[in-house]
């Protein structure tokens, strides 16, 4: 069994600010890690995986996360806030040899960007 | 993500009536995948199909839910006789191949309202 827990559905930050989102995750087995993200009015899209390669994953837009084991925490950052970044996070877990029906995702954090 | 298409964006049934929620995967996709976002909760595995053939629906409730993916047309999700608790989000993912996780694409999602 695998689950996701993401700590603070809201997070509000000042634009050039750091922005940290927490995600620890629970699995049985060696997990992949994933952190998606959704604008108002749009589907999820893939921001960074995790697939048991180097522990610190960069992704799209300036936001990278760190697969820190011994935490069982994939927290993502960006160390400079943009107003664009304000969206919907969600962390997510599946495990080797499982497709997309085998991702277990968070509740998700709400990211408001403050001018 | 653009690409794959739900509609409608929001429905409205009144409880005991049928609900229709299409998904038209991404062209050149095969795998559609299905999920639900309820209340305050993170998206969750409902079905897995590919054309014509449900793969793996340990997702989904028994009863009153069913899905298809015909060779021709979009993916429809039927939910029978909906009740208040079926309010939520729906989620539509499609891919070109299993387990291709990063190559998941998702609709902007059902808002489905039960009075």
């Known amino acids: 069994a695998q689950s996701v827990t993401q700590l603070g559905s809201h997070v509000s930050v000042s634009e050039g600010a750091l922005v940290l989102l927490r995600c620890n995750y629970s699995s049985s087995v060696p997990p992949y890690l994933f952190w998606y993200v959704q604008y108002p009015n749009q589907g999820l899209q893939l921001l960074l995986k995790?697939?048991?390669?180097?522990?610190l994953v960069k992704g799209i837009n300036g936001f990278e996360a760190e697969f820190k084991k011994s935490e069982t925490s994939f927290h993502l950052t960006k160390p400079s806030a943009h107003m664009s970044d304000a969206a919907e996070y969600f962390c997510a877990v599946s495990v080797i040899g499982r497709g997309a029906d085998g991702l277990t995702f968070g509740k998700g954090t709400h990211l408001i960007i403050q001018p | 993500n653009a690409g794959v298409m739900q509609n409608p964006r929001h429905l409205v049934r009144r409880r005991g009536q049928e609900a229709r929620l299409r998904c038209s995967p991404m062209k050149g996709h095969s795998h559609v995948y299905w999920y639900r976002q309820l209340p305050e909760e993170g998206l969750k595995f409902m079905v897995y199909l590919q054309k014509e053939n449900i793969i793996d629906e340990s997702g989904m409730p028994k009863e009153r839910f069913s899905a298809e993916f015909p060779k021709e047309g979009p993916s429809i999700l039927r939910i029978q006789q909906v009740v208040r608790g079926d309010s939520a989000a729906y989620f539509c993912?499609?891919?070109?191949?299993?387990?291709?996780?990063?190559?998941?694409?998702f609709g902007s999602g059902t808002q489905l309202s039960v009075l």
């Open positions: 993912a499609s891919s070109p191949e299993q387990g291709a996780t990063e190559k998941l694409f």
């Open positions: 995790y697939t048991s390669a180097a522990t």
